[in-house]
């Protein structure tokens, strides 16, 4: 924080992005734990943690919270707003930022089109008042659950696109593994109860695609050094990033067990990270199911 | 002919690929015109003059025809299918080919997953038999009118995408573009009869993230020399190949008024193709639309 705001840059992560001169910093989540409106932009794996400083002890009503990372804690495998739910007072409005957003490109002013995810849709058309400007724009979607489950699930194809383009393999490719990704993110969504459309919108298949092809993709990146013989532990190490696809290919197989539903393109990436299996075996084995109707 | 089979290659489009010596080449009409089975794949404006010629005398029954050009018959709109209807005996086997598959890359046995169209689904079964391969993976819909509409459209998202490329828009704003480009594909798909899970496969999806990224995608190319001020005309002579996107727009906008659709981004793209709109601008309009609830 202190380099950040002697620089008014971060340099690690957002080179040459001047941060505004009202911007604020402060490492002080007594701070966070007086404001009516938080972003939460921490990895998965602290958000219980930076949740529970930063909720006070007031009502929860008039509160809202805006969830920036995609995925599930790991071990528990809880949906990022569930442990929101559980930290912050009882009526403090939950809600999840998704769609395709590399940090890159927004702090840059590029077009960055986004979704709000959550239950109540006052929570979400809120977020959308705050944050919506001609080069951010921001939608809202009801459906909290299709949008948490397609964010946190395309990270894990995004590896598999990674892998793809690590053992050289084409535009072709990445566009079939892209269909069947889609395919088998709204599988387990909607055998979750999520809604078929959310797979569709910016969560979904936006936020696929960019995730799938782009170089700002962490996740992406991490599956090229796998396909590079870079065990997972190996190629976070080499990105210095968090990786959220890793901890969400285990959350995510397990739910799909709990649900009986198959996730091939998940499996493969499993065994590609977690058991050693070489990755042009895994693909080959992704690409040999056997040939049938896509539609009868 | 003669300089392709001298070279054994096809030197202009498709360099550094070997062909079979088992392939025979030839300019003579009258000998596919006794061949039972054939793939047409030659541009849509020449569809109709080409499969004239290749039609023969004989009954239709057991002969099948695959197409594999993208797009609308120029003028008269008429889809691919229809005008092989049209030209060949009845009761031939009528077949079009779709999916993400840029030859560059089919050429070179990169893994590549493809769909046959047809509405008989032992003539699409047939196409899968003759022509699955471990690299070259072939599946069937009988939704023909949905592949064919999906195949075509994506084609005019492509323009659009170079467009974006072009005035150095990211990732991010591809992302968007292409989450909405599905959403206007299969609104007029289904608008014509076309089954919404069309939209979702191979000849969606799959070959719309394929042409919107790839470096080999024709349309993606036009587009991008359009946002650099070239017209259609000057883009399609620096390219020096078809491309079959600039009279798809055409034919999509007529088809969508037909019906009553609202085609947003092709009707951009029409106007800086044809009626010398600033690409920044068009885009801007794009993206300026009123933020709303995406699923309410």
Redesign the interface.
């Known amino acids: 924080v202190r380099e950040v705001a002697a620089a008014r840059e971060n340099r690690v992560y957002l080179p040459g992005v001047r941060l505004p001169a009202e911007l604020e910093l402060t490492a002080d989540l007594q701070l966070a734990a007086r404001c009516e409106i938080l972003v939460l932009a921490v990895p998965t794996g602290a958000q219980r943690e930076v949740a529970g400083a930063a909720a006070g002890q007031g009502r929860g009503e008039g509160r809202r919270v805006l969830c920036a990372a995609k995925g599930y804690e790991p071990g528990t495998r809880t949906r990022m707003s569930a442990v929101l739910e559980a930290e912050f007072p009882a009526g403090t409005g939950i809600a999840v930022l998704a769609?395709?957003?590399?940090a890159e490109?927004?702090g840059?002013d590029?077009?960055?089109?986004v979704?709000v995810g959550a239950v109540r849709?006052s929570v979400?058309t809120a977020f959308?008042d705050l944050l919506?400007t001609?080069a951010f724009?921001?939608?809202?979607?009801?459906?909290l659950l299709?949008v948490e489950t397609a964010a946190a699930l395309k990270n894990v194809i995004a590896i598999a696109a990674g892998i793809c383009d690590g053992l050289g393999?084409?535009?072709?490719?990445?566009?079939?593994l892209?269909?069947r990704g889609?395919?088998e993110i709204?599988r387990l969504g909607e055998a979750l109860g999520a809604?078929p459309?959310?797979f569709?919108?910016?969560a979904?298949?936006?936020?696929?695609?960019?995730t799938?092809?782009?170089?700002?993709s962490r996740n992406r990146r991490v599956g090229e050094l796998a396909a590079q013989g870079l065990s997972a532990a190996e190629a976070v190490a080499r990105t210095g990033q968090a990786c959220e696809g890793i901890e969400t290919t285990r959350s995510a197989l397990e739910i799909a067990a709990e649900h009986g539903v198959e996730l091939p393109i998940t499996e493969q990436v499993a065994a590609v990270l977690f058991a050693g299996k070489a990755p042009a075996q895994a693909?080959a084995e992704l690409?040999?199911r056997d040939?049938?109707?896509?539609?009868?």
């Open positions: 769609g395709p957003s590399h490109e927004v840059r590029i077009p960055t089109s979704v849709e979400a959308q919506h001609s724009r921001v939608y809202t979607n009801t459906d299709g393999f084409g535009d072709n490719t990445k566009g079939a892209l269909t889609l395919a709204s809604r459309e959310t569709f919108g910016l979904g298949i936006g936020d696929l695609v960019t799938c092809t782009s170089s700002h693909l690409m040999g040939a049938k109707p896509e539609v009868r």
